[in-house]
């Protein structure tokens, strides 16, 4: 009997530990689910009554921004029943361009002249300069050598390689028969640009070229001359009245002024090349091929008649230099 009920005891105190350990267990489960802030899951109302916590005013701020933000639309216009609905596109106007004229600068080089390969590479220099577009014809007479050609390539200008095969003992006449050649190669194929003759001597400002491109029909502009050996520089060129041609002289440094009839020196003017063949574009009934061979002779005739339309560059202030000429010609005599 003692033994039985010893075991009795024992299962008594087994099933008392069982129940304590159970409660232990089911409190500190409930304990872990509950809030650890200051505001408890539930909190106790006066009335006997069980109320959710209001949360914190900054999650309240917060979740009204993120409503506002998500799922309130702009308000749309309503559009009318039958009305169309029209867009204006607004469309800045842009500033017309003008465009460049052609320049064609015609060049005369022998090889009387001296250091004709130096003086050619300083003027293609220059005019690789200038804004396209150009078209450079350089004239000279039939040879083996190949030393030009090969130079006009290497420019990357635009060019036109003229030759003859008459021989000359003049340098004045061999250059002038040059030019003729140049005008009619313009006057055949109708090149439609601003003619200007431009010497191995001479040497520009870059503005000159721009001006050039102003020219409507025929144009002109002082030019300074400096001798060899010689200590004054002679001005060349118009008399102007803003870019009214008034006039010609021939002035010195020490401001002596002597009044001269031209002929207009080569390199002073320019002109617009439809005058060697569309003639009624000007009001004219004769051309090069109709009055005479000598191109050069023709065209200073029509700017003499026509000094009404000879205009003086720059147009703001015709006694601006942008040419100079170099006369090494004394030299070459001497040495051929």
């Not at 003692?2 to 099933?15: C, D, F, Q, Y």
């Not at 460049?100 to 003027?123: G, N």
């Not at 002596?256 to 390199?267: C, K, V, Y």
């Not at 109709?290 to 720059?314: A, R, W």
Request: hydrophobic residues 40%; glycine residues 4%.
């Amino acid at each position: 009997m003692g033994s039985v009920e010893r075991s009795k005891k024992k299962i008594h105190l087994w099933k008392k530990a069982m129940l304590h350990f159970s409660l232990c267990f089911v409190m500190g489960f409930f304990t872990g689910l509950a809030p650890t802030g200051k505001s408890s899951f539930f909190s106790a109302a006066t009335n006997g009554t069980t109320r959710f916590a209001p949360p914190p005013l900054d999650e309240m701020s917060q979740r009204k921004a993120n409503v506002n933000r998500t799922w309130i639309a702009p308000t749309l216009p309503v559009k009318p029943r039958g009305q169309k609905t029209t867009t204006k596109l607004m469309v800045k106007q842009l500033p017309l361009l003008k465009p460049r004229r052609l320049l064609i600068i015609v060049t005369p080089t022998s090889t009387k002249l001296p250091y004709q390969a130096v003086f050619l590479r300083r003027l293609a220099n220059t005019i690789k300069l200038v804004p396209q577009p150009l078209v450079w014809i350089v004239v000279e007479a039939k040879s083996d050598s190949t030393e030009l050609p090969e130079m006009l390539r290497k420019t990357g200008i635009m060019y036109r390689h003229v030759v003859f095969n008459e021989n000359f003992t003049d340098l004045d006449a061999e250059l002038n028969h040059q030019r003729n050649l140049a005008l009619k190669h313009i006057e055949h194929h109708r090149l439609n640009g601003i003619v200007h003759f431009a010497g191995l001597s001479n040497v520009y400002d870059l503005q000159f070229f721009q001006q050039l491109r102003d020219i409507e029909v025929f144009g002109t502009w002082p030019t300074a001359f400096l001798a060899a050996n010689r200590k004054n520089v002679i001005i060349e060129g118009p008399v102007c009245d803003s870019s009214q041609v008034i006039g010609w002289h021939l002035r010195s440094m020490n401001n002596e002024t002597d009044t001269i009839t031209p002929p207009i020196h080569i390199s002073s003017f320019a002109f617009n090349s439809s005058i060697l063949w569309d003639p009624e574009r000007w009001g004219r009934t004769s051309s090069v091929q109709d009055t005479s061979k000598n191109s050069i002779k023709f065209v200073k005739q029509v700017v003499l008649e026509d000094e009404g339309k000879l205009k003086g560059i720059p147009a703001e202030d015709c006694s601006k230099i942008l040419l100079w000429r170099f006369n090494f010609r004394a030299r070459s005599i001497s040495n051929h």
